[in-house]
């Protein structure tokens, strides 16, 4: 599967770029790579948008689902690990050099400038594969779904990997 991730939005640039030099080959460096405080994907999923920004912690990312659409279409699986769910939902993730603990999403909308809390978590499905379980919550308003990335890895969609390069607009 091929998109064109031109409509994504990158915003809030970092006063830094990166730079990449892999192999031998200069033409194949990449430098002066802008840094970006947020990337949003638009249409990761049918009415689902994903957000990826940094706090001082952590990586985090959001699954941004819009009025009508259906949570249960965001499915995903970690390469080379078997997922596992704790009692108190925390998904931990098995790999051979270990175990990674991601603790259980914050699923909220917002209202009236308030975050509503909205029940929710990890769900195990077939193959390894993981999505969430979304308790009741009103339809007709976005819906935020906040898990907390504790390392990085390479997450692929069922229906397509999530990545890439993303360029400025301003």
Known sequence: YWRDWSS????????????????????????????????????????????????????????????????????????????????????????????????????YQEVDGARLPVQGGYRLLAGGRIGFHVGAYNRNRTLVIDPVLQFSTFYRSEERRVGKECRSRW
Request: glycine fraction near 8%; charge should be negative.
């Open 8 to 107: 994504d939005v990158c915003s809030s640039d970092l006063p830094s770029t990166s730079n990449y030099f892999l192999g031998t080959d200069r033409k194949a460096w990449k430098t002066g790579i802008p840094n970006y405080r947020k990337v949003r994907f638009e249409g990761v999923y049918p009415g689902i948008d994903l957000v990826y920004y940094g706090n001082p912690a952590e990586l985090e990312y959001d699954f941004v689902v819009a009025p009508g659409a259906s949570t249960g279409r965001i499915v995903f699986r970690v390469e080379d690990a078997a997922p596992r769910l704790e009692k108190d939902g925390t998904l931990v993730l098995t790999t051979k050099t270990g175990e990674v603990r991601q603790p259980p999403p914050v699923l």
